[in-house]
């Protein structure tokens, strides 16, 4: 009994560190739609790499210091979680590399300003290289995404029984595809909502489960 207390009470810490980054990344994810709508206008497109920066940075936070912890500790209790660990590793690396990619690009972009136009345009030239360290960030990141909430939200489901897990991860999935067409974001931010309700469900029945021996 209690070793299943032990167990249960480290379920509920990995749910609640899970919601507790998810509501990080949902911020993030704000501030990345934000970004692509200032994208649209050239005049201030400059603006939208600081939001991304931003966005990335609040992610990478979120991805360190909560939701990679709680995996951890979901894996502790069910194996099956294991490869949503290790894609919080891969998302980890990918948004540190991202990070750097987006403010080597700004560091280029501002220094070229600075410059006489022949050699402005050089460092420009050069800009193309570096483009390449954030487009290699952003697909680790990528993969790490599908296996951390794609994989992890159809796992949730299969252990919770909770309909609102599935329905996050086949948002996931659709915007994944959107991603190809250029064009994503809102279904992510629907999904992490509808994530972030189900964990709460989950935990709140498992807090009332685990109280029922002591009260029988």
Same mark, same amino acid.
């Given at each position: %009994?209690?070793? #299943? %207390?032990?167990?249960?009470?480290?379920?509920?810490?990995?749910?609640?560190?899970? =919601?507790?980054?998810?509501?990080? !990344?949902?911020?993030?994810?704000?501030?990345?739609?934000?970004?692509?709508?200032?994208?649209?206008?050239?005049?201030?497109? &400059?603006? &939208?790499?600081?939001?991304?920066? %931003? *966005? $990335?940075?609040? /992610?990478?936070?979120?991805?360190?210091?909560?939701?990679?912890?709680?995996?951890?500790?979901?894996?502790?209790?069910?194996?099956?979680?294991?490869?949503? #660990?290790? =894609? @919080? @590793?891969?998302?980890? $690396?990918?948004? $540190?590399?991202?990070? !750097?990619? !987006?403010?080597?690009?700004? /560091?280029?972009?501002?220094?070229?300003?600075?410059?006489?136009? /022949?050699?402005?345009? @050089?460092?420009?030239?050069?800009?193309?290289? @570096?483009? =390449?360290?954030?487009?290699?960030? *952003?697909?680790? &990141?990528?993969?790490?995404?599908?296996?951390?909430?794609?994989?992890?939200?159809? !796992?949730?489901?299969?252990?919770?029984?909770?309909?609102? #897990? %599935? /329905?996050?991860?086949?948002?996931?999935v659709v915007d994944i595809a959107l991603l190809l067409v250029g064009f994503s974001g809102i279904l992510t931010l629907v999904g992490y909502i509808l994530m972030y309700k189900a964990l709460d469900n989950t935990i709140n029945k498992l807090s009332t489960e685990a109280t029922t021996p002591a009260q029988t």
């Open positions: %009994m209690l070793l #299943y %207390m032990e167990m249960r009470s480290v379920e509920i810490s990995a749910l609640e560190k899970l =919601g507790s980054g998810l509501l990080y !990344l949902l911020f993030a994810a704000i501030i990345n739609i934000a970004a692509a709508l200032v994208r649209l206008h050239y005049v201030v497109a &400059a603006n &939208a790499v600081f939001l991304y920066i %931003m *966005a $990335v940075g609040i /992610a990478l936070f979120a991805i360190f210091a909560i939701i990679r912890p709680g995996m951890r500790q979901l894996s502790e209790v069910d194996s099956g979680f294991r490869i949503c #660990y290790t =894609g @919080t @590793t891969l998302l980890l $690396v990918g948004h $540190v590399i991202l990070l !750097l990619g !987006l403010i080597v690009v700004v /560091a280029v972009s501002a220094t070229a300003s600075f410059l006489p136009k /022949a050699t402005g345009d @050089t460092v420009l030239g050069g800009l193309t290289l @570096t483009l =390449g360290v954030p487009l290699i960030g *952003a697909i680790i &990141a990528w993969i790490g995404n599908i296996l951390t909430f794609v994989v992890g939200t159809f !796992l949730l489901y299969s252990k919770y029984q909770n309909s609102l #897990y %599935m /329905a996050a991860g086949i948002l996931f």
